[in-house]
Nanobody, 126 residues
């Protein structure tokens, strides 16, 4: 069972930045596509971005230009750098993994991912 460990998140003022990280445990991250998602209570989980190493990362339009996904194979980690954060970015953020061939073809689609991180709260508020 693939395990993912998330770190980062917290409280930030509007316009601020945060970095989320997702570490893959006990196997090589390069075998997997990694997606980032977020969810607010009462709403469906929203796919933000995904990366599968040798392809261009994909982004949801509402975060394009503000969020950047990056992969560090040496650290077995994929990060999501979030800038110019807005109150509407407040949510629980999740990373997820799927085999390279199975995901990240048309954005981050929740049903393509089988392994999930524990989630981390991001709150954007003054």
């Amino acid at each position: 069972q693939l395990q993912l460990a998330q770190s980062g998140g917290g409280l930030v003022q509007p316009g601020g930045s945060l970095r989320l990280s997702c570490a893959v445990i006990d196997t090589l991250i390069d075998y997997y596509a990694i997606g980032w998602f977020r969810q607010v209570p009462g709403k469906a989980r929203e796919g933000l971005s995904c990366d599968k190493s040798k392809a261009e990362p994909l982004y949801l339009d509402s975060v394009k230009g503000r969020f950047t996904i990056s992969r560090d194979s040496a650290k077995n980690t994929v990060s999501l750098q979030m800038t110019n954060l807005k109150p509407e970015d407040t949510a629980v953020y999740y990373c997820a993994a799927a085999p390279l061939w199975a995901a990240c073809k048309d954005g981050a689609q929740e049903n393509e991912y089988h392994y999930w991180g524990q989630g981390t709260q991001v709150t954007v508020s003054s």
